[in-house]
């Protein structure tokens, strides 16, 4: 199946820093996501982005498909940005929809 | 609205109960998972359903029964439950199966003693 590996696996800021949270993959894929699992537990999508280049806020993320990468960027950092990061991603053919989920990106932001 | 919803929020059984969760979403969608997090966060994936029809069936104990009565609605049911059981049991919906963005619910923690 496909490998999913996420870097770096903690990450500790001051509130307003930028930061980039990258995702590696093992083999093509037709489908990449985002997630932040905030400190209550709650899962969020942050972006739906097989490929190309995304907005949302302070938030922006990248997947280069061709190239088995995305990336995460977060800028002006702020303390509710705390909580794990998850890259997910899932092949095409069979795979259903199947998404395979790396280990995660602690992010911690002190005030 | 809370878009995906699942019951209980929390559960604590003894090993060998039987138990069900149980999960609602009402954004329209025809897909609809079973995730299991562990102790060290890692997320699997245990069961797929599109249009009530299972898709995906990961290798999970046929202790673990899902059943989905209708496209909105996914139920676990967990028989003679284990302490290996104990992590955290996340719904979540999508549209279609694998082109659109995947919608957690906020998890069942499952603790068995």
């Known amino acids: 199946g496909i490998q999913v590996e996420q870097s770096p696996p903690d990450l500790i800021l001051q509130e307003g820093a930028n930061s980039t949270l990258r995702c590696n993959f093992s083999d093509s894929v037709n489908n990449l996501q985002w997630f932040h699992q905030n400190p209550w537990g709650q899962l969020i999508n942050l972006f739906y982005?097989?490929?190309g280049t995304k907005q949302n806020g302070r938030l922006s993320a990248t997947t280069v498909a061709t190239e088995r990468y995305s990336l995460l960027y977060i800028s002006s950092s702020q303390t509710t940005d705390s909580g794990v990061y998850f890259c997910a991603v899932g092949g095409g053919g069979t795979s259903y929809g199947k998404l395979t989920f790396g280990q995660g990106t602690i992010l911690t932001v002190h005030p | 609205d809370t878009a995906v919803s699942q019951t209980p929020k929390y559960l604590v059984t003894q090993m060998g109960n039987d138990k069900s969760i149980k999960c609602e979403q009402n954004?329209?969608?025809?897909?609809m998972y079973w995730y299991k997090q562990d102790s060290k966060k890692f997320l699997k994936i245990m069961f797929s359903?599109?249009?009530?029809?299972?898709?995906i069936n990961e290798t999970v104990p046929n202790r673990f029964s899902p059943k989905s009565p209708d496209k909105a609605h996914l139920n676990l049911h967990i028989n003679s439950l284990e302490l290996g059981d104990s992590a955290v049991y996340f719904c979540?919906?999508?549209?279609?199966?694998?082109?659109?963005?995947?919608?957690f619910g906020n998890g069942t923690r499952l603790t068995v003693t």
């Open positions: 954004l329209g969608h025809d897909t």
């Open positions: 982005i097989p490929s």
């Open positions: 359903y599109n249009n009530k029809e299972l898709i």
């Open positions: 979540a919906s999508s549209q279609g199966h694998s082109t659109s963005p995947l919608h």
